[in-house]
């Protein structure tokens, strides 16, 4: 309840109204919902009570005293906390501050709208989410150079596989140019490393902005797989304020010696918070060995079984099962679980493969072309399948054009949940935005509002349930006694939500071990 002056009451005594930034020990008149949630008998509201970041009793609304402070949920429902098992937060944090690319139809409109950009406080201009996979026209050299001049200019890919530059920005980067003006996979990573040295307290600044809008949407917690010594990252966050969302950090072959050296495994706290943020030290952990295995759709090096339309290339692998068997098996052995990047059923069946092999744990993703006979070895060898489902639709007209011959299946949700394989849902943001209300919308409707076509391929649709089991932590949360208090309250029930009704959901506040960090005006 609350009382005319806005503060929460209890039925034998009277109790601080709890608000951003509080520690809650109690949450008030709520329906609990998401999965599981058909154990309850009792749909009417109740009290949740927290102790120690943990639920610890949920009751009729009104049975138990209220205690210290209270959130008044209105009535609201609520859920687990989601979680975004995909992201790059360096880079996702940048986009707002880089030339958007997205709507160029061709590498000419892409090219100008480059070129009218200023540069940055670096002196160069940087671009994002160019997709010339349906472009008329081709990439080069010679029409950047000719919009753009002397400004080192880079323009990233949608599906941060490749990077066009002109020919300042080749000089910059210490590569050298070629024709098409175009590198890919392995050069591409390694010119985003490059433009990604910059000042790292703005950065942070940018990341915390991202994390507060990451809350406000429900989210506790991301995967972040950015491309660089991860712990060192958070530990700097953490230690300078960071206590938005709970981070589980990639490592990449490139960085596994020294992982494996100083005795990272799975789970262990990041290390160097001190002091008093000490305390904040498990928002942060170490997460999985990351590989990229193959390539993207989006830059046609995803490695199939068919080739592409047009000639024999069938994509390609930047890490074959050899190299893989290597990593994982060293990975595994010091207590790092895996995370492999594969796209194209070939990469996604050697993967398999070497998770079988090495007895690895962990996921692989996007998975978004598997074959048939793999979709049950993925529940088989409890590798959870890491998808983005907003590429899915992203993706529609290149997966109709580049991918109609392949016979494997594409974006094969209902299928591998069926299998009782684990669904882990994200964004792999900044490839499409941390947004998982978008995100399970699209994994539910297959479909979004003015898609003429109706529902892609729907048979794979997954249920809101099995969704908001996917975005939440491992794909396994459900709201009851002894889980952690990491919690969203909901405006409407998600479960008689339509797929847009899902996108547009409100969330009223988000609870992060009780802790209140978003709270909606």
């Known amino acids: 309840r609350r009382d005319r002056d806005g503060r929460g009451r209890g039925r034998r005594g009277r109790a601080v109204s709890a608000g951003k930034g509080s520690a809650g020990s109690t949450i008030a008149n709520v329906r ?3 999965p599981g949630r058909q154990a309850r008998s009792d749909a009417e509201p109740s009290d949740v009570v927290i102790a120690g970041g943990e639920i610890v009793d949920i009751a009729p609304r009104g049975a138990l005293r209220a ?22 937060m360096n880079q996702w944090a940048r986009i707002a501050h880089r030339v958007p690319l997205g ?13 009218a950009a200023a540069p940055d406080e670096t ?6 989410g160019f997709r ?13 150079d000719a919009a753009t001049g002397a400004i080192p200019s880079y323009l990233l890919s949608a599906d941060l596989h490749s990077v066009w530059l002109n020919s300042a920005a080749f000089a910059r980067a210490g590569f050298p140019a070629n024709r098409r003006g175009m590198l890919r996979e392995d050069e591409a990573f390694a010119v985003m490393r490059h433009l990604d040295r910059v000042d790292t307290a703005r950065v942070d600044v940018w990341v915390a902005d991202a994390a507060a809008d990451a809350a406000a949407r429900g989210i506790v917690g991301v995967v972040d797989l950015d491309m660089e010594w991860n712990e060192e990252a958070w530990a700097r966050r953490i230690s300078g304020g960071f206590d938005a969302l709970r981070v589980d950090f990639g490592v990449y072959p490139d960085m596994l010696g020294r992982a494996l050296a100083e005795g990272l495994r799975s789970g262990d706290l990041v290390r160097g918070v001190t002091g008093e943020r000490a305390a904040f030290a498990p928002l942060a952990r170490v997460g999985a060995l990351k590989v990229i295995s193959d390539g993207s759709l989006g830059t046609r090096t995803a490695a199939c079984t068919h080739p592409y339309p047009g000639g024999q290339d069938r994509g390609r692998l930047n890490v074959d099962r050899a190299e893989l068997l290597e990593l994982m098996t060293r990975a595994t052995a010091g207590g790092l679980a895996c995370a ?3 796209i ?16 690895a744990w962990g996921s692989i993703g996007p998975a978004q072309r ?6 049950q070895r993925f529940a088989r060898l409890g590798v959870a399948a890491s998808i983005q489902p907003t590429h899915a639709l992203d993706d529609r007209a290149l997966v109709e054009a580049y991918w109609s011959s392949q016979t494997a299946l594409a974006y094969p949700m209902r299928a591998l949940a069926d299998a009782g394989a684990t669904l882990l849902f994200g964004s792999d943001a900044p490839v499409s935005p941390i947004d998982p209300w978008a995100t399970i919308a699209d994994a539910v409707g297959r479909a979004r509002g003015g898609d003429e076509a109706g529902a892609w391929h729907p048979e794979q649709a997954v249920t809101v349930e099995q969704a908001l089991a996917a975005s939440s932590r491992g794909g396994a949360g459900v709201v009851r006694p002894g889980a952690a208090a990491d919690l969203a309250i909901l405006g409407d029930d998600p479960f008689a939500s339509s797929p847009e009704a899902l996108r547009g959901m409100a969330v009223r506040a988000t609870l992060l071990g009780g802790r209140v960090t978003h709270l909606a005006s």
């Open 67 to 88: 205690a210290g402070e209270v959130l008044d949920g209105d009535g609201g429902w609520l859920v687990p906390g989601l979680w975004d098992h995909h992201v790059h």
């Open 370 to 375: 598997v074959s048939h006979v793999d979709i």
């Open 32 to 34: 609990v919902s998401g």
């Open 132 to 144: 010339d996979g349906l472009w008329a026209d081709a990439p080069s050299l010679a029409v950047l």
């Open 340 to 342: 492999v990047h594969a």
């Open 344 to 359: 194209g059923d070939v990469a996604c069946s050697h993967a398999l493969d070497v998770f079988g092999m090495t007895g």
């Open 103 to 115: 709507r160029a139809q061709t590498a000419a409109e892409a090219a100008t709208l480059i070129g």
């Open 123 to 128: 002196g160069v201009r940087v671009g994002i």
